[in-house]
């Protein structure tokens, strides 16, 4: 995934769009491996295309492919791929059509593409994203990303989608971590995590995170780390789904 | 920025350091130019490492630095660096004092540092970070986070803080990019940002954001984007401070 945009960088906007993609892609049964945020500057964005798209089997971006002078994403990725931008004549009529007499020269950027990409349509505000290879470009605004990613979800190629089971306990990580170890080296397939939080109502807490694509090995593996817990003298604690 | 942990990628855990680091950083007069995500894998963490601590001042990580299984940051940082892991005799010392009679190998691998590495005061959790060369390691846990980087920001060297001020309107994207173009050009100095929001609430919103050190070009310039939108019919309106 790369995100694209300067409000990322400087603190101003959390980004949402990270956890849905990720959440979504392994739902089809996709892994998301790495994610880079880069500013609004060309260079950046060029190098970090061309990088992720030769590394990964798909590139996902989010932002700068609005009306405004800082929307300069569609321009990177021609740069990145070596093609000129061309105005897409179906992206163009269906703005024209939604727009009507609001139509003007910087909406018609919106209708602009790499050329020999495809669009990616977009049932929210009309512009499209694209595909362009291996990458498709969505918008930043979190609800038109999603639309656009329900719109890509299908065309993509996903292994088994992984499951997780969760187990939680008040036990701190340094006193399990020992016995855990051991049952992460009995159950390779699974990857185990384990992470600590710290709420001010309930103190520290430690999830345990068993993700893996079969639901009995995972069920497996949470029953031993539960018998750690209880011989350790822990609780195990509810936990919301992962 | 290099953030570690497979439960960012899987979208289970939401980062929140991201935004904490943009902000402090900003205040300090230094800029975050790249963020990226890696899973708890050796080779990637090694690789971003060296890729980021060769194209930036600093290098600020997340993650990975507990007693179990799954925390390997501070190997991957000694083998981006060539250096060996050592345990450090002031970090085992707090960690003995700390745990007592509760203390065990795991907790100690917490004392574990890069040889030639300096220690980032936990005031949370004891357990410490470290700086090796130009690269900070933080806890992932927020609040352990935020107090290590408190302890790191005074050893920073920055520039000239960015301010930032901030306009909205009810104008969309597409209606005001022309002028604000023509602005943008005028203020070279000013990073000028578009960001279109959507809340069911208020419907659509554009809210400029304009950043530069220099209070006073950010007060002009949104003084002519204020009657910008005064000019096309828009209203300006409320907005929460950047």
């Given at each position: 995934m790369l995100i694209i945009g300067n409000e990322i960088l400087s603190g101003r906007t959390q980004d949402k769009n990270l956890a849905h993609l990720a959440t979504k892609l392994n739902e089809a049964g996709?892994?998301?491996?790495e994610v880079r945020v880069v500013p609004d500057i060309e260079a950046e964005i060029v190098d970090a295309v061309n990088a992720l798209r030769a590394k990964f089997d798909y590139v996902f971006t989010t932002g700068?492919?609005?009306?405004?002078?800082?929307?300069i994403t569609t321009a990177c990725i021609a740069k990145a791929f070596g093609v000129a931008v061309i105005r897409h004549p179906d992206a163009e009529a269906a703005l024209r059509a939604h727009?009507?007499?609001?139509?003007n020269e910087a909406r018609l950027k919106?209708?602009?593409?790499?050329?020999?990409a495809t669009l990616i349509p977009n049932?929210?505000?009309?512009a499209p994203g694209f595909r362009m290879g291996n990458v498709f470009t969505m918008a930043g605004v979190p609800r038109i990303m999603q639309a656009m990613l329900d719109a890509i979800i299908p065309h993509l190629e996903g292994g088994a989608t992984v499951l997780s089971a969760n187990i939680a306990t008040d036990l701190l990580e340094g006193t399990i971590a020992a016995g855990l170890t051991e049952i992460q080296n009995r159950y390779m397939d699974i990857d185990i995590g384990s992470y600590p939080t710290y709420e001010s109502a309930q103190g520290y807490r430690t999830t345990l995170v068993l993700r893996s694509p079969d639901a009995e090995r995972n069920e497996a593996a949470r029953s031993e780390i539960e018998a750690l817990i209880l011989s350790l003298g822990g609780l195990v604690v509810a936990v919301p789904a992962a």
């Open positions: 996709i892994r998301l491996r700068g492919i609005g009306p405004t002078h800082d929307d727009y009507a007499a609001e139509i919106m209708a602009e593409v790499p050329e020999g049932a929210i505000s009309v």
